[in-house]
C-alpha cells in the first residue's frame, strides 16, 4: 500500500499548493500527473524529485495558458531543482543527458529565430532542461518519446486551431511538458 500512502499525500500537498475554492483545475492536473507517477513508478528513488517537478509544471503550464509565458524563475526550479538530485541518481547518464539538452537548446534556439510567431525564448529553456532531465531519467529513449510527443501535441492543436478558424498563438508550454510526462511514463524502468 505504499503507493497508496504516495498518492494521499500527493493529494493533500496539491490542496495546499492549489487551494480547492480557486483553482480546481490546477488541483487536478497536479493530482493527475503526481498519481500517473507514483503509480508507474513505484516507491522508486526518483519519485519525490519527480513529483516536484510536477508540480513545478502545473504551475509553469498554467503560467504559459494565461499569459504565454515561462517565467525563468521557474524554469530556473526545474533545472536546479530537479536536475542535481537525478544527477546524483544516475551519474552515468550525465554526458548524454547534456548532450540531449544541448541539441534541444539549439534546434528550439534556431525556430524561435525564424521570422514569424514561432517559438518563444521561454519555449527554448524549458526544452532544454525538460531534454536534461528526460536525459538523466531515461536517455535516449525517454528524450525521444518526451520530446516527440510534444510535437505531436502542438501539431494536433495547430491543426485544431487551423480547422476550427481560431488561427492564433497558442502556448507551446503545456505540450513540452505533457510531452516529458509521457516520455517519463512510456519510457520508465
Known sequence: MPSLLVILSIVFGCAAAFPLTRRPPALLSAAGAAGLLAVRLGPAPQLP????????????ALTDLRSLRLPDPLVATLAFGVGPPLALLTPY???????????TGAGYLALALLPGRGLGFGDVKLGAVLALLLGLLGGWPAVVTGIG??????????IYLLVTRRGRVFPFGPALLLGALTGVLVTAA
Open 49 to 60: 524529485v519527480l513529483l516536484i517537478a510536477a508540480e513545478v509544471g502545473v504551475l509553469l
Open 149 to 158: 510527443s510534444a510535437h505531436l501535441l502542438g501539431g494536433l492543436t495547430a
Open 93 to 103: 547518464r550525465i554526458v548524454p543527458a547534456l548532450a540531449a539538452a544541448l541539441l
